[in-house]
């Protein structure tokens, strides 16, 4: 990047300006002079006096006019080569023209340095609008910072300190909007907020700048400020994250402490008191009702073994899971969920249509066949013995489709999303069917584990379809 010029740098080109033209002035008048007379001569050096002052500011404008205006009397009013004046209407000329020159030179000058503030005005607000946008997709606070030291930086040259530690700032500024130690070049401004302190910015001024003039002492305050209110916004939302962290964690700690009290004290107490029957009772009762309550313990048990299975799955899951796959048909897939819902619901109904040419899919199937499972096994559980639960599988070219409908209650609209979370399950009164609420959470996460997605909606004639997307090129 260019630095920009030193306030003594400026100061010299502005007086070698002034210089250049005058000697340029004097130059042309004397080419002029052939097809000019002595009094229109004077308005070249009166151009020459405009310029200078239109570029630079009063000071160099003066010794511009000051200049020309040797020059004209010397070498172009007679006596010519020295400085005296002949005539004596010669002197109110001369003099006239040192007023007019040093009173256009003023003028000038003021409109310049007008037009030098906008600009720089301009370059300030320019500045702090790349800095704001910057500041606006600043996600946290290092990106701040990086933000603050490259806007900074461009904006005014210097190079940039910062440091996130309110008792810098406290210690150091004792409550002063800026400081300065000049001898050693350094800027330092806290970053502050109504409520609270950050830190302190410091800015090491370019070599032989020893102090920023007003206006660039007002735009490094104004973006200080910016830098301060952009990380108060970073630091709320750091708090309403966590926050939210900390609800979201209270309650899947809530939903895990009712699930468990519930969801493993049901099935132990069945199997707990098929036992006691069966330890009391057991010589004096029949074989069918011995077989009822032995069954009564394997149902329970099996019931009691998916609840853990799930339990163990989902921490899985949250840890991350390193994929294996392997190229397997939808049709395997779908037959080996089919047969492991049926050891526990021997009765089941279920009908699949498959495509003649059923795709295959890289995945890894142990996976897929668990959410497969989950998924049917909520829907026999919640759809009701009057319809069978119907898969359709539809395939295109880089994805598959598997629906998978039952005829039950439904789910309302407002739930259809929530269900995928850790242990929701929708409010069906008393009578609704026993369940974790993690079979749906568990398999929303094995198929975006994929590159898949799952969804719920309402076909028509009612009930419920589960829509899982899995994408079929080893790449997904």
Known sequence: MEMPLTHADRRVAAYALAVAGSVGATIVAHLAQRWLGVNDLSLVFMLAVLLVASRTYAGPAALTALLCFLAYNFFFLEP?????????????????????????????????????????????????????????????????????????????????WLRLDPEVAVQAGRGRRSYSVEDQGWWFLPLRAPDRVFGMLGLKLPD???????????????????????????????????????????????????SVSHDLRTPLASIIGAAESLEAWGPRMSADDQRALLATVREEGLRLDGYIQNLLDMTRLDQGIALVRDAIG???????????????????????????????????????????????????????????????????????????????????????ERVFDMFHRVARGDHGPPGTGLGLAIARAILQAHGGRIAIDAPAGGGTRVLLTLPTGETA
Do not use: C, W
């Open 330 to 416: 939808v049709d395997e897939l779908i037959g080996a969920a089919i047969a492991r819902v049926r050891r526990h619901r021997p009765g089941a109904r279920i009908d699949v249509r498959l495509p003649p040419d059923a795709p295959g899919v890289f995945v890894q199937g142990a996976l897929i066949e668990q959410a497969l499972h989950n998924v049917i096994d909520n829907a026999l559980k919640f759809g009701g013995d009057a319809h069978p639960v119907q898969i359709d599988v539809q395939s295109s070219n880089d994805h598959v489709d598997i629906a998978i409908r039952d005829h039950g209650p439904g789910i309302p609209v407002d739930e259809r």
């Open 80 to 160: 010519r080569y020295t400085l005296y004046i002949a005539a004596r209407h010669g002197v109110a000329t001369v003099l006239l023209f040192l007023a007019a020159a040093l009173l256009a030179g003023r003028l000038a000058a003021r409109l310049a340095e007008k037009v030098d503030a906008l600009h720089e005005a301009q370059r300030h607000a320019a500045a702090r609008q790349a800095l704001g946008q910057q500041l606006a997709i600043a996600a946290d606070e290092a990106a701040v910072v990086d933000a603050a030291r490259d806007g900074f930086r461009h904006a005014l040259g210097a190079d940039v």
């Open 208 to 258: 032989g700048l020893p102090r920023l003039d007003p206006a660039e002492r007002e735009a490094a305050l104004a973006m200080a400020d910016d830098v301060a209110q952009a990380l108060l916004r970073t630091r709320l939302v750091a708090e309403l994250e966590a926050q939210r962290v900390a609800a979201e964690a209270e309650r899947l700690r809530s939903g895990l402490l009712a």
